[in-house]
């Protein structure tokens, strides 16, 4: 290769690869959160040319990402969250041992109602053996929320599956009339068989058939963002099997407290559920 064909392919390159850089860059700098309960605040946590900082929201870690040329931090806001201001704190490496602080506001949000009538008893007032089945697997749960793997993560997400919203998050629920833990994931309608795919990179850190849930994956996608995926009718991975997005993780089914086959997707960030929508490309939410 002589040297003018050798110049012109390494332009050519640099050309490609800049401009792989600039739709990374802007896919990232797309993400602005939501300051709500249930939403995701993002913070400034200085610029990405210094190392990386370590964050967190009172005693929990927290996600940071490169974006828009600054570290941003990425606090998930439990529903339960009041209207006000809270306190991130961080350290960076140059000033090691020294807290910096950044103020969030949240503010408020009101989610509408739903009322579901549920024919089988036993998923709207169960008996004891089954509140022992319920208390163990919430317990569990707990402890796959915390999972933390230190990471690079993408927040470019694409969707599960196929399918219509049939229910959005933080609705205020009502089983038979009786008041329930707000709806903390987003529901997907598709008919049973439909193939669940994964949403964005991760590693597959528990499978299960849960009482409420269902037949049920929990994916790591790391910093502390778990997905839980529930009511397959058939799970096709297995924990410590590392995926990519677009994954076959399992297919639609109705299995636990359902009331038709569909998909329901609970998304974690710092051990608290937010609502997937944030991350999903903006057309589809149409």
């Known amino acids: 290769m002589n040297k003018t064909i050798f110049s012109r392919y390494m332009f050519r390159l640099s050309v490609i690869l800049a401009c792989n850089t600039a739709i990374n860059v802007a896919a990232a700098a797309s993400f602005t959160g ?11 946590l200085g610029v990405s040319s210094e190392p990386k900082p370590q964050a967190r929201y009172g005693s929990k870690n927290i996600m940071v990402i490169a974006q828009d040329g600054h570290w941003k931090g990425l606090v998930g806001l439990s529903l339960k969250t009041l209207p006000g201001d809270y306190i991130v704190s961080y350290q960076t490496e140059k000033d090691k041992g020294i807290n910096k602080e950044v103020t969030i506001r949240v503010e408020p949000k009101s989610y509408p109602e739903q009322r579901i009538n ?10 004891e053996e089954q509140l022992a089945r319920i208390k163990k697997e919430k317990k569990h749960m707990g402890e796959l929320f915390k999972t933390w793997r230190d990471t690079d993560v993408s927040v470019d997400m694409s969707w599960p599956v196929d399918g ?13 009339d009786q008041p329930r833990n707000p709806h903390s994931g987003i529901d997907i309608a598709a008919p049973k068989g439909t193939d669940i795919v994964l949403p964005v990179d991760g590693q597959v850190i528990d499978t299960g058939d849960y009482y409420f849930n269902g037949k049920t994956v929990f994916v ?3 910093q502390g ?3 839980m995926f529930n009511h397959m009718s058939k799970i096709t991975v297995k924990p410590g099997d590392k995926l990519k997005r677009g994954d076959k993780i399992g297919e639609i089914g109705k299995t636990g ?7 329901h997707w609970s998304l974690s960030l710092n051990e608290v559920r937010v609502d997937p929508m944030l991350f999903l490309p903006e057309q589809k939410k149409k």
Request: no cysteine; proline share 11%; net charge positive.
């Open 118 to 127: 549920v024919k089988q008893k036993k998923y709207v007032s169960p008996n």
């Open 164 to 176: 219509p919203l049939s229910s959005p998050f933080g609705l205020r629920r009502f089983f038979n």
């Open 225 to 227: 963002m778990i997905s």
């Open 220 to 222: 790591d996608h790391g």
């Open 257 to 263: 407290r359902v009331t038709g086959p569909h998909l």
């Open 34 to 44: 939501s300051s709500v309960p249930g939403g995701v605040a993002v913070v400034d």
